[in-house]
């Protein structure tokens, strides 16, 4: 927070635009608030009605202290008027997940990794992202899921590839959870991923986003 603060003063906008449900997002929010600068949410109205996860609490926040609200949908729109925040400040503009996926879906068949260098076919494979505090910082839940993982192979035939996040492979070496039926690897650019679910047979994931682009 103190860090945008200090981008704000020196650049001093008439508005800040924030999308999501990060810590940075709230923190951008709260300090452009506290300077009397306005703030827009983009994918307000979002809930889990979930208080032990982090973003519901960033959502929430963020909601309240923006001056106009971008609501993907009309459902998302009926939360904000149900929270009592002004319907006049609320704009439903739809998901610009999906935006960025139909535009940039094509392009990624020309800059991404190609299935075959990581020895996949098409359909041939289940993908898996998995980094949520509440599922990886926690020793049994992490173990039991890649448990559950591991098995899937053996059940269906189907390679289970995981694109795992630097910080979920810390966890997984801190609790020494090991797997014989996971392909893991790195991190990959948003290109390559588009094509891992565009030809995946099934998505396993916590990510929100994920879910967005996969539908």
């Known amino acids: 927070m103190t860090g945008a603060e200090e981008v704000l003063r020196k650049n001093k906008p008439d508005f800040v635009l924030v999308q ?3 810590n ?8 452009a608030t506290k300077l009397h600068i306005k703030v827009g949410h983009v994918e307000a109205g979002l809930r889990s009605y979930d208080k ?4 519901e609490i960033n959502r929430i926040l963020t909601d309240h202290c923006s001056d106009i609200l971008f609501a993907p949908t009309e459902y998302n729109r009926s939360t904000l008027q149900k929270e009592g925040l002004p319907q006049e400040s609320v704009f439903v ?4 997940i999906v935006d ?3 535009q940039n879906l094509e392009i990624s068949k020309h800059k991404s990794i190609t299935l075959k260098s990581i020895g996949l076919c098409q359909n041939n494979y289940f993908l898996v992202t998995l980094h949520r505090a509440e599922n990886v910082d926690c020793h049994e839940r992490f173990k039991n899921i890649i448990n559950a993982l591991e098995s ?3 059940q269906f035939n189907f390679a289970v590839i995981y694109p795992i996040h630097p910080r979920s492979e810390k966890m997984l070496l801190e609790f020494n959870i090991t797997s014989r039926n996971i392909k893991f690897v790195g991190p990959l650019d948003y290109f390559s991923f588009l094509q891992l679910e565009k030809n995946a047979k099934l998505i396993l994931t916590d990510s929100g986003g994920v879910q967005e682009e996969v539908f």
């Open 52 to 55: 032990t996860m982090p973003e």
């Open 100 to 102: 960025a996926l139909n």
């Open 24 to 31: 940075s997002v709230l923190a951008s929010a709260l300090a």
């Open 20 to 22: 999501g449900d990060t």
């Open 93 to 96: 503009t739809g998901n610009t």
């Open 152 to 154: 899937l192979p053996e």
